[in-house]
């Protein structure tokens, strides 16, 4: 069995490398690793060097490898050698760990004798931080010994000084009663610091022990010492008061010597400024602090305000009351001399209170005012009895241009009193002249009776400019005569000379723009409103020339009632046309709204509620709901209604409406007959029978328009002449007279129309003869040129007019802005 067995193993083993099917194949590597170990083995160099080597390797060899003669024997050959070059690999690491062990061993010893070292340090360090602690604490004993020496050296000092504070009582009072003690010194100045901080060290440690009866007796001598202040300011004042006093009693108020003595009272009492300034100066400064210091300056200050009102207002009465009486009548003058005394008096006053204070104070500002006090009781009595508008106009700006904006406004400092004074007669000036204004206005503005001259139009105008022409010819003839004695006058000076004679012959401008030829009325308002523009405030002037506006209108559409019944319509609607465009003119360049809020109370549910009380009288007393009475309360409230009154567009609207009442009555002139016939030919139905009509044949149309076309040629040329004489404006007479030519056309073009609609046959309209519009219109072109070329009497100088019917007029636009021309309308 063991040899089957054997053998079978030697069979298994050969087949591990057998061609087909072995059972262990071996790789290339291994293969290769073999033949390495065999050639390793066997040695197969063959060099004759190594040859010695290579037997005694082989010998070595054969002696070291055993026997093998198993598969066993020889593993076990393999593992043993595998051992023995592992050990051979080895040995070089087994030298370098012998090495580090010995190092390491040596570093153990070293380390024992660092350790030893340590050892001793260590006790040497327990002995130094030993005695190191003794002397510190005894470096820290010595310490603590000086500070507490300090400490109690600084307690003392601390009680010495605060001690200090208790023990200056008897020395400050000894030295305040010294006899040598002089106010205004330096010294003086020096116990008074010493008592102020001695009381204000009391004050703020007031938990010491009697430190109240310190303070009463620091207060005592502080009041001590400002009594000696008080009475030394009072005797250097009293001083000065008396000797500019003196002389004015010795010269029995002469007023030459007052005069004198008033400018000398400045500079005498201006000496005892320095004996003042520096006690003032130290009350000042300790004033801002201490309330006690500041009474004594209020009362210094008052005590020095009394003391010039004894020596500066009475002269300064005494001279307003002889300006006063010098200048009686002339109020202006009055009120610039007495302006500028006072005004001379508070900057002199102001410069003298600066020597002795440093900051204004309310008894110098009570005693300006009561030196300005003065001013107002001299003017006002003169003030509220002045008359006449110009005088307070002017004395309106002498107050607010001269005192208040070139004085008061460039000094306000000095000069606030009189500002304030002349601020309340400006008030009184205005209030005076607002009230003169009005009786002015209604007096002779509405109320004005004109006199015959002031209601001769056109006479006064034709005068003035045949006045006007005789004075132009006469300059023109010196001209000539002067001309004439130049020699070598070439034809082409001579020429342009010609033309200039013939510019100047020529009317440029119309009687009615002469300041001198307004209406009085107008030139009264227009005067009173451009005194009061200067003088008033905005508001006041506003409510003002809104009255005076209305009165205008009101006055000039009297006069022209009057001129209209006196010569006729067309030269009291051309009269007030002008003067309305004067004023609007004028008032175009005052800066202000000509509008005022007018309040009115409305009566309306007062009046419903009473007829509602009357037709209930059974409910008056009714305990129902239904009570008329309780109604009557209730429902019968007044209303208060507010209303804008422009005085610009009342004007605007009055020259609207009396332009359309000249247009009506002009051409109502010029086309009257017209106007007739077409009224009743459009009242009359049905059109197509107007031809049957005895008043509507071909021939009575004819007549109705020859009549037109002869008062055409006969009033254009005066109308227009008048409208030259009054206007004197060609831009405003062509917008005026256009739509008087439009109405004339207007009218033959409802006669044509008349004509087609009524069905008149063409000899009917050959008949009538009516011309077209481009005809009428160039016979009332040549017309105007007729009166352009040849002088024609105004209309109205001849003849008067009949009767006017009331014509379609064009209507005439309101004009919202008033331009700058006072000729220029819009129609």
Not at 603 to 629: D, E, H
Not at 799 to 805: M, N, Q, S, W
């Amino acid at each position: 069995m063991d040899n089957m067995s054997l053998k079978e193993i030697q069979s298994k083993l050969l087949l591990w490398e057998a061609s087909e099917n072995a059972l262990a194949p071996l790789t290339s590597d291994q293969r290769e690793a073999i033949l390495d170990l065999e050639s390793l083995i066997l040695g197969g160099s063959t060099d004759i060097d190594n040859e010695k080597a290579q037997v005694k390797d082989s010998e070595e060899v054969e002696r070291a490898m055993p026997p093998v003669d198993t598969t066993y024997d020889f593993l076990e050959w393999y593992e043993s050698l595998c051992d023995g070059n592992l050990k051979a690999d080895d040995t070089p690491y087994e030298a370098y760990h012998k090495q580090l062990s010995d190092r390491r061993n040596e570093c153990v010893a070293l380390t024992d004798q660092i350790g030893a070292t340590m050892s001793d340090l260590e006790k040497l360090s327990e002995q130094y931080n030993f005695v190191s602690n003794k002397t510190n604490a005894l470096h820290m004993m010595s310490e603590q010994l000086l500070a507490d020496q300090n400490k109690l050296s600084s307690i003392g000092d601390e009680i010495k000084q605060k001690l200090h504070y208790f023990t200056q009582v008897e020395h400050l009072s000894q030295r305040l009663n010294s006899p040598t003690m002089s106010v205004n010194s330096e010294t003086f100045f020096n116990v008074l610091a010493k008592i102020d901080e001695c009381l204000e060290y009391m004050r703020n440690n007031n938990n010491f022990k009697e430190s109240h009866t310190y303070l009463v007796k620091y207060r005592h001598l502080q009041n001590r010492a400002i009594s000696l202040v008080r009475s030394y300011v009072t005797h250097v004042l009293n001083h000065a008061t008396e000797q500019m006093l003196a002389p004015k009693e010795d010269e029995q108020n002469d007023q030459e010597s007052m005069d004198t003595a008033y400018a000398v009272y400045f500079g005498k009492f201006q000496a005892a400024a320095p004996k003042l300034r520096m006690v003032i100066s130290e009350i000042e400064a300790r004033a801002e602090k201490n309330d006690d210091y500041a009474s004594l300056l209020s009362d210094i200050q008052r005590e020095y305000a009394q003391r010039r009102s004894r020596v500066a207002g009475a002269a300064t009465g005494g001279a307003l009351r002889a300006a006063a009486d010098k200048q009686l009548r002339d109020h202006c003058s009055l009120a610039r001399a007495a302006c500028s005394l006072l005004a001379h008096a508070c900057r002199d006053e102001c410069a003298l209170y600066n020597h002795f204070f440093s900051n204004t104070s309310p008894a110098l500002d009570e005693y300006l005012q009561s030196l300005c006090t003065g001013l107002y009781e001299t003017l006002r009595p003169h003030i509220i009895h002045i008359n006449h508008l110009e005088t307070l106009a002017e004395l309106c700006v002498i107050l607010r241009v001269e005192v208040i904006e070139e004085q008061v406004n460039n000094d306000p400092a000095r000069l606030c009193a009189l500002g304030r004074c002349a601020r309340a007669l400006l008030a009184d000036a205005q209030e005076r002249l607002v009230f003169r204004a009005h009786v002015h206005l209604r007096a002779d503005v509405l109320h004005y009776r004109p006199a015959l001259g002031d209601l001769a139009y056109p006479a006064k105008l034709l005068m003035m400019e045949q006045i006007a022409m005789s004075i132009q010819e006469q300059s023109l003839k010196r001209s000539d005569s002067r001309n004439s004695m130049v020699s070598d006058i070439s034809a082409t000076s001579q020429e342009v000379a010609n033309i200039n004679v013939e510019a100047q012959r020529r009317p440029q401008a119309s009687p009615a723009d002469l300041h001198g030829m307004w209406y009085p009325g107008v030139r009264r308002t227009l005067a009173a409103l451009s005194r009061l523009y200067r003088c008033l405030e905005k508001k006041v002037f506003q409510g003002l020339a809104q009255e005076a506006i209305s009165l205008c209108i009101q006055s000039v559409d009297n006069a022209t009632k009057q001129i209209s019944a006196n010569t006729t319509s067309i030269d009291g609607e051309l009269f007030q046309i002008k003067h309305l465009l004067i004023l609007r003119e004028q008032i175009a360049p005052f800066q202000v709204d000509f509008i005022v809020k007018e309040t009115t109370l409305d009566f309306t549910n007062m009046k419903n509620a009473a007829y509602g009380l009357m037709q209930k009288p059974r409910q008056i007393f009714s305990l129902n709901s239904n009570n008329a009475l309780l109604e009557f309360l209730l429902d019968g409230t007044l209303l208060v209604r507010e209303h804008l009154l422009d005085s610009r567009k009342e004007v605007d609207r009055q020259l609207k409406y009396c332009c359309e009442l000249f247009i009506k009555d002009a051409t109502e002139i010029l086309a009257g007959p017209m106007i007739t016939f077409i009224e009743r030919a459009q009242a009359f139905t049905p059109i197509e029978q107007l031809k049957s009509q005895p008043w509507a044949t071909p021939e009575e149309m004819a007549v109705v328009v020859k009549e037109a076309q002869k008062r055409i040629r006969a009033h254009l040329a005066p109308l227009q002449r008048s409208m030259q004489l009054y206007l004197a404006n060609k831009e405003t007479e062509f917008i005026l007279f256009r739509p008087i030519r439009n109405n004339v056309v207007g009218y033959f073009v409802q006669i044509e129309q008349l004509i087609t609609n009524a069905g008149y046959s063409y000899e009917d309209t050959l008949i009538v003869a009516c011309p077209t519009p481009e005809q009428v219109s160039v016979f009332i072109s040549s017309a105007s040129l007729i009166s352009h070329s040849e002088p024609v009497q105004p209309y109205g100088t001849k003849t008067k007019p009949g009767v006017i019917r009331k014509p379609s007029v064009t209507s005439v636009p309101e004009k919202e802005e008033t331009g700058k021309d006072s000729a220029t309308i819009t129609v």
